[in-house]
Every structure is written in structure tokens, then in C-alpha cells.
């Protein structure tokens, strides 16, 4: 178990390395915030349990984690699966089925089961990628709408019914405009701070937030907002051990999709920082599992290593796990300090913010590479990522993977 433990060598600790990771850590906290609240509120739950989840989950995965780069919270991949439980047995559930998740994983971790979960072949990497950005896409429809939610089980059918009520009940016109203009920043944004040449970079997210709510407010356009935001984190939330035998499957798809999605990222954030000594898939797992149980029974939910988040850090030049613990402490300063004004941000904003992220997710050019490369990798990933958006994330995982191993023998035999 001592290998579980961390390490003095892995934090920073020149000056220069502690600024550097302090930087980092803003930059992701400022993307990180309304993702977070957009997360938590998709979800089911509530803004303040999304915010709660990314900083009590990103400091212990940071602290305990096996990747240097790796920022966790709240993802969108993990709203797929708490929704439905949600929806049956209510927000009470979360603590009982967060600790039975957690300890699934870290059972992953004491097993080594890492190195087998590390071994997902590329293509299947890329068309889960693409599978969760769709899901993440569809999520936003009634935030985008600015209606509730339409039924249905699946993403697509919630989304599809929900563009029906929108146009039975009304478009929304100021929300589209509020979700249209978030964008507009967002992807507008690099190009008029490159030329502005600022000292810092200041992630276009955050303009974009602060810009469109300063125009609501000044213009008091009547739109839903974010709404109260409680002071209190890391409220311990008493488990309530009914149901266990009902909890057990979504505690197992939890565990399988928090181990999964954790190492992706941790690896995708690897090559993006082109990391000669690669993380520990092992004691990635058994951070993430305590992150889960951490952030699950102290007013959260269960959560995973984040892609988008992830690859900021590693753009934001982050030197140790430093950066992400000092993103964690500086959501919770702004949980403290700001509440007020974070509870003002409109809803329509979180979805345009969201909406963006899940494109730079998707990466197009990324996947027009990888549909040039063989037939059966191009295959893969197409199935792979239809599969988790029609049926679910664990099961697009495992479809993509056994059509690999097919495919892969054919291609021996012939």
C-alpha cells in the first residue's frame, strides 16, 4: 500500500516550479468553474454539488493520483450514468452508491487491474471520445431552450422530445441569443487576445462567462439562472444503506466508467505533454476511488479524470500535481468568497460553455486523421463511438473493443 502513498519528489518545489503550478492551477480553475456547475446541475443534482465535486475530488486524486496532470471532477461522461439513478431514487442515494463505486475502484487498483484497463486500443480511445462529446452536446439541449427537460432515457430521446416541446411551448429567443453569443466569445476569444498580447493567459471560458452576464445584467434580460450557491462545502452527507442490492449495478457501471475515463485521460494528457516517464495506472485508480468517496459523502458525486480539463493544465504548462490541488483550492475560494455572484451566472451561458467544450472534445481534425488511417481503425471508431451514444458509455467501450479484437484476427487470417 505504500506505493499508493505520494511522494516528495512529485510536488514542486523551486519558486519558479510553485509559480508556474500556481498559474496553472488558476487558469484551470476558471475553465473548471462552470463546468463544474454545469455538470451538477445536468446531472440532476445541484451548481454547489458539481462544485463541491471538483474540489474535493480534484485535490484527493491530485494528491493520491497516479498522473501529474490529471484534474478530476465532475464529467459529463458521469452525468450519463447518475441521471437515471437520480431520477429513481433520488439525490439520497448519492453518498451509498459514491462509496460502493469508490471501493469497486480501489479493489481495481489493490488487483492491478490498470495495466489491463491502459491497454484500450487508440481507435476505441477516439471513438469513446467522440461518443461523450455527442452526449455532452445533447445534455445542454434544455439549457439551450431554456425549458426543462424533455423524456426519455436516453440522451438523443431526451434531447429530441425537448426540441419538440421548445417549439410547441415558444423558442426562447433570448436564451438562444445568450447561447449563440457565449460561443461567439469562446471561439473568438484567442484570436483578440493574441493580438492583444496580454502577459497572462486568460481563458476565453471565463471572458465569455464574464462578458455575457455582465450584458444580461446590465440589460436585465429575464433568463434562469444559476441560483443559490451554499457557502458550506464538504458538508458530510450520512449514507442511507437501502436499496444496496438496486445500487449495485450503477455502482459497478460507476466504477468501470470512473476507472476507464480516468486513465484515458490521464494517458491522453501524457501525450499531449510528451511525458518520457508515464503515469501509474494502478495508483491513478486507487486516487480515483477515493476521490469518489471523498466527494460523494461530503455533498458531491462520484467523479473521474477529466479530458478538458487535463489537457488545460498541460497547456498551462503545469510542472507537478501541484497545479491541480492549487485548482482545487481555488474553486474553493471562490465557493467562500463568491458565491453570490457565481449564482447569477445564466443558465443559457453553462450550456454555450459546454456546447464549446464538447467541440474541442470531438476535435475534428483529430478524427478526419484518424478515418484516414486503416479501414478497420475507422471502423472502430465510427461503432465505438455510435455505440455510446445509442446504447451507453460502458457498453460503446466494450462493443469497440471486441470489434478491435475481431477485426485485428481477420486481418491475420487473410
Known amino acids: 500500500m505504500f506505493n499508493f502513498l505520494p511522494h516528495k519528489n512529485e510536488f514542486s518545489r523551486t519558486p519558479h516550479d510553485v509559480t508556474t503550478d500556481f498559474f496553472a492551477g488558476l487558469t484551470v480553475a476558471i475553465v473548471a468553474l462552470p463546468l463544474a456547475i454545469g455538470f451538477g446541475i445536468t446531472s440532476g443534482l445541484s451548481a454547489a454539488s458539481g462544485l463541491t465535486t471538483a474540489i474535493i475530488a480534484g485535490f484527493i486524486a491530485a494528491l493520491f493520483g497516479g498522473s501529474k496532470y490529471q484534474v478530476s471532477g465532475p464529467t459529463g461522461a458521469m452525468t450519463v450514468v447518475l441521471i437515471p439513478v437520480v431520477t429513481i431514487y433520488g439525490a439520497s442515494a448519492i453518498p451509498v452508491l459514491g462509496l460502493m463505486a469508490g471501493v469497486m475502484v480501489i479493489l481495481m487498483a489493490i488487483f492491478k487491474f490498470g495495466g489491463f484497463i491502459n491497454r484500450v486500443p487508440w481507435a476505441v480511445v477516439e471513438g469513446f471520445t467522440v461518443g461523450i462529446a455527442v452526449i455532452i452536446s445533447l445534455q445542454q439541449i434544455p439549457l439551450v431552450f431554456g425549458i426543462a427537460k424533455g423524456e426519455g432515457e436516453k440522451s438523443f430521446t431526451v434531447a429530441w422530445n425537448t426540441v419538440k416541446d421548445a417549439v410547441d411551448q415558444g423558442v426562447n429567443i433570448k436564451s438562444l441569443f445568450l447561447v449563440a453569443i457565449t460561443l461567439l466569445i469562446k471561439f473568438t476569444w484567442p484570436l483578440v487576445g493574441n493580438r492583444l498580447k496580454f502577459k497572462f493567459h486568460i481563458p476565453a471560458s471565463f471572458i465569455a462567462l464574464l462578458l455575457v452576464t455582465l450584458i444580461v445584467k446590465t440589460l436585465s434580460i429575464d433568463v434562469a ?171 460503446g467501450l466494450a462493443i469497440g473493443i471486441i470489434l478491435h479484437l475481431v477485426l485485428g484476427q481477420f486481418l491475420k487470417t487473410n
Open 225 to 395: 439562472t444559476i441560483g443559490n450557491i451554499p457557502r458550506s462545502i464538504g458538508v458530510f452527507q450520512k449514507p442511507i444503506f437501502d436499496n444496496l442490492t438496486s445500487l449495485l449495478v450503477p455502482a459497478l457501471w460507476i466504477a468501470l466508467l470512473a476507472a476507464v475515463e480516468s486513465l484515458l485521460s490521464a494517458r491522453v494528457a501524457d501525450g499531449m505533454a510528451h511525458e518520457k516517464r508515464h503515469f501509474e495506472p494502478n495508483r491513478e485508480l486507487f486516487g480515483q476511488g477515493l476521490a469518489t468517496i471523498g466527494a460523494s459523502m461530503f455533498g458531491g458525486m462520484p467523479a473521474t479524470g477529466a479530458i478538458a480539463r487535463s489537457s488545460v493544465n498541460v497547456r498551462s504548462r503545469a510542472k507537478s500535481r501541484l497545479a491541480s490541488m492549487f485548482h482545487s483550492l481555488i474553486l474553493l475560494s471562490l465557493a467562500l468568497i463568491a458565491a453570490p455572484l457565481v449564482s447569477q451566472i445564466p443558465t443559457a451561458v453553462i450550456a454555450g460553455l459546454l456546447l464549446g467544450t464538447s467541440y474541442r472534445i470531438l476535435n475534428p481534425a483529430s478524427i478526419v486523421e484518424s478515418l484516414r488511417t486503416t479501414r478497420a481503425e475507422a471502423f472502430t471508431l465510427v461503432v465505438t463511438a455510435v455505440s455510446t451514444v445509442v446504447i451507453d458509455l460502458i457498453w
